[in-house]
């Protein structure tokens, strides 16, 4: 696949990587694999859409912290749900990986830049303003929370449509936002002896005035539609805000990669449709387009089909469809390149390419589908001879192993030379955290010869090498953590960037289940 890196004459300081939809691992799995790459190429930072103060945490583990586990870096270093995607486990793990034992100006960082609110709502600041206080060393906590109270009024989801049963604009709130304004004008004050924590600090202060303005635009009295357009704007504004603080505290170190939706990246205004009427505002990459100038570049993602997500394949005619006649890989193309199309259809799922996008964008990463257990298994089932085995209840297979798939060549269905499981085996094999939401595994006979070419030893000595591999990474071959000494390897939710290795380990795992295959035959026709 295409560099993103040669499609520019002058790298930017901030590449940004954009997704259509939520949800499908294909795109953060390819951004994974790109930021490694950057990062050899002197990129040092990547910033997600994620809680920015939440991010904190989640550096904190990349960096080396014994302190943060990473079950805690998933579980409080994201917002959104995000630390349940397995390619952001992974991400943090390759960052801490490529961290250790390098100097600070080489050293990855995590950044999240998303305020901790959503369109629907936010929280109240106590939290925010509580840690700047910590830092600080000075106690408000008593008439911060007297201004607070309790926190249902802050988090009522109807005050969002309701202007008049928002807080935003209240005595209290507008106390709230001379504190916070305060307390930012003491860590100025402050910065000689604060160090390393004013960064922290500083965090959180911007994260408690992020989330006052956002309270006082839900108390604006607008019309429905103009109040969406007003939070989406603030929103992005606050995104914005929070990148440019970002580059300014990378800027002596190298390059950012930004990744997050195509909505908040691209540089023309961003539209969506309510009620009849489109509303419009400017988004995070609009706005910072307009002041970074020619140091922002933007890479717009599109997909053909989502089996994880029911998205369909698209019609030839329209933009995706025709980015992905060409090559059932993910690549990079400029967007100068891509002649006009139909619009695909828009759904609640996906944001599809439209001409105003790519006119905006400096290139498209198209991902003509996901992968998941399905799309897999039907290319082994192409192969031939082959014969599928799924696990059920009516062939007496454990509740555990359901819907499990089994490959073989020939009915005598001794040995599978793939299978594909979405279930730990308790006590046996749960390296690979089959228990998380979506993930499967691939696992193929590989054989000694094979075997020992790929990881360096036959499958014999596996025991001795069984602490150098991470089974829960995605995207990575790696010997089977329960047969590895009968030479099989195994991949934990293989990205479609895997699909030409895979059919390779595939056609050898068919060889041989078809000699085996033979060579029975045979043997049956001798007696």
């Known amino acids: ?28 799995q390819v951004r994974n694999g790109t930021f490694v790459s950057l990062a050899e190429q002197g990129y040092r930072s990547i910033a997600l859409e994620s809680d920015r103060a939440a991010g904190l ?49 080489e050293r990855l960082t995590f ?23 910590e830092l600080l ?50 860590l100025y ?29 839900a108390a604006a009295p607008l019309t429905r539609e103009e109040r969406f357009a007003r939070l989406a704007g603030v929103r992005d504004a606050l995104m914005a805000e929070n990148l440019l603080a970002i580059r300014s505290a990378e800027a002596h170190r190298g390059p950012t990669l930004v990744f997050a939706h195509n909505t908040h990246l691209q540089r023309q205004s961003s539209t969506m449709t309510m009620a009849g009427t489109d509303v419009s505002w400017a988004g995070a990459g609009a706005i910072i387009a307009s002041l970074l100038e020619g140091r922002y570049a933007v890479i717009v993602g599109s997909l053909g089909a989502s089996p994880a997500l029911g998205i369909e394949a698209p019609a030839p005619s329209t933009y995706e469809g025709r ?11 400029r967007a100068s390149e891509i002649a006009a199309a139909e619009q695909r259809t828009h759904d609640y799922r996906y944001f599809p390419l439209d001409r105003a996008t790519i006119e905006h964008a400096d290139a498209v990463l198209h991902i003509p589908t996901g992968v998941d257990a399905a799309v897999l298994a039907d290319r082994i089932l192409a192969l031939p001879g082959v014969e599928q085995i799924v696990a059920s209840e009516e062939d007496g297979s454990p509740e555990s192993a359901r819907g499990d798939r089994f490959f073989y060549v020939g009915p005598d269905r001794r040995q599978p030379f793939a299978t594909i499981v979405e279930h730990d085996v308790p006590g046996f094999d749960e390296a690979s955290q089959l228990d998380r ?4 595994r691939l696992n193929l006979d590989l054989g000694r010869t094979e075997f020992e070419r790929l990881f360096g030893f036959p499958p ?38 895997m699909l030409p290795e895979i059919d390779r380990l595939l056609t050898i795992a068919h060889a041989r289940a078809v000699d085996r295959r033979e060579r029975a035959v045979r043997r049956a026709a001798d007696h």
């Open 1 to 28: 696949m295409t560099s993103l890196l040669d499609l520019f004459a002058v790298p930017p300081t901030l590449l940004a990587l954009g997704e259509p939809t939520h949800g499908e691992s294909a795109f953060l």
């Open 189 to 217: 004050l402050n910065a000689p002896r604060l160090a390393e924590g004013w960064q922290t600090a500083f965090v959180h202060a911007t994260s408690a005035i992020a989330v006052l303005r956002y309270h006082a635009a």
């Open 111 to 133: 950044h999240g830049f998303d305020a901790p609110l959503e369109i629907e709502g936010a929280p109240s600041p106590r939290r925010y303003l509580t840690r700047v206080c």
């Open 57 to 105: 945490i989640a550096n904190e583990f990349v960096q080396g912290s014994t302190a943060v586990t990473l079950d805690r870096a998933l579980t409080e270093g994201f917002s959104h749900g995000l630390g349940a995607a397995p390619a952001n486990r992974d991400l943090l793990l390759r960052m801490r990986e490529w961290n250790a034992g390098r100097s600070a100006s």
């Open 137 to 186: 060393g000075l106690d408000r906590s008593a008439e911060i929370d007297g201004l607070i109270g309790d926190e249902a009024r802050w988090s009522d989801m109807a005050a969002i449509w309701e202007p008049g049963r928002s807080i935003g604009r209240s005595a209290d709130a507008q106390r709230l936002r001379v504190i916070a304004d305060d307390l930012l004008t003491e």
């Open 460 to 497: 014999k000595a596996f025991e001795d090498h069984r602490h150098e591999f991470d089974f829960a990474r995605l995207d990575t071959l790696v010997p089977h953590p329960g047969y590895a000494r009968y030479g099989f390897g195994s991949i934990v939710m293989p990205g479609p960037h």
């Open 323 to 333: 980015l992905q006649q060409e090559t059932i890989l993910p690549r990079y193309v």
């Open 437 to 440: 939401p979506g993930v499967f």
